[in-house]
Antibody, heavy 115, light 110 residues
Framework: EVHLVESGGGLVQPGGSLRLSCGASGFTFSRSWMQWVRQTPGKGLEWVSRIKYDGTTTTYADSVKGRFTISRDNAKNTLYLQMNSLRVEDTAVYYC????????WGQGTLVTVSS | QSALTQPASVSGSPGQSITISCTGTSSDVGGYNYVSWYQQHPGKVPKLLIHDVTVRPSGVSDRFSGSKSGNTASLTISGLQAEDEADYYCNSFTSSTTWVFGGGTKLSVL
């Protein structure tokens, strides 16, 4: 059974940084594209970033480009999202999701950007 | 990267069929057969219902079906049940090699 567990969320001031992690199990992580998606409380889903199974290709939403960096460690079955220069509008629940079908999702980790 | 356009809400009675539309452009929905649909109940994580426009993953009820015409994709739910009451989101690959979600549709089962 696929299992994705996000961690690293919390309260941070505007301009600050956070690194999210997503531990994966139950599938061959090193062969799967992975995604980050966020959801503002009570609102819709927003795609954030995507990384190829070998880490050689990454893409980002315009809203986070230049501030967020996606990466992975296939030896540790872990996906990361380094978030810098955080803004109030980055406040959301951040989910990691498996594959280009987004066929499995973690439970999410809440990031709150506030002074 | 504008969000795909979905109706804010739709409703139907038990046993009826409803259709949720998802309108994009030739740079996303119309340009690729990479449209997916997700169901999200309150407080829960999204669940994949349909991928690649029409493909239903194992375990998903055959009451859910997908289609596409031009720049608009559609999700049809037949034999509506109370448990179908949820938010539904579409998603499409784009010419920028990114993904874009729709704004979401709240389905009410009357």
């Amino acid at each position: 059974e696929v299992h994705l567990v996000e961690s690293g969320g919390g309260l941070v001031q505007p301009g600050g940084s956070l690194r999210l992690s997503c531990g994966a199990s139950g599938f061959t992580f090193s062969r799967s594209w992975m995604q980050w998606v966020r959801q503002t409380p009570g609102k819709g889903l927003e795609w954030v970033s995507r990384i190829k199974y070998d880490g050689t290709t990454t893409t980002y939403a315009d809203s986070v480009k230049g501030r967020f960096t996606i990466s992975r460690d296939n030896a540790k079955n872990t996906l990361y999202l380094q978030m810098n220069s955080l803004r109030v509008e980055d406040t959301a629940v951040y989910y990691c999701a498996k594959s280009d079908w987004f066929d499995s999702w973690g439970q999410g980790t809440l990031v709150t950007v506030s002074s | 990267q504008s969000a795909l356009t979905q109706p804010a809400s739709v409703s139907g009675s038990p046993g009826q069929s409803i259709t949720i539309s998802c309108t994009g452009t030739s740079s996303d929905v119309g340009g690729y057969n990479y449209v997916s649909w997700y169901q999200q109940h309150p407080g829960k994580v999204p669940k994949l219902l349909i991928h690649d426009v029409t493909v239903r993953p194992s375990g998903v009820s055959d009451r859910f079906s997908g289609s596409k015409s031009g720049n608009t994709a559609s999700l049809t739910i037949s034999g509506l049940q109370a448990e179908d009451e949820a938010d539904y989101y579409c998603n499409s690959f784009t010419s920028s090699t990114t993904w874009v979600f729709g704004g979401g549709t709240k389905l009410s089962v009357l």
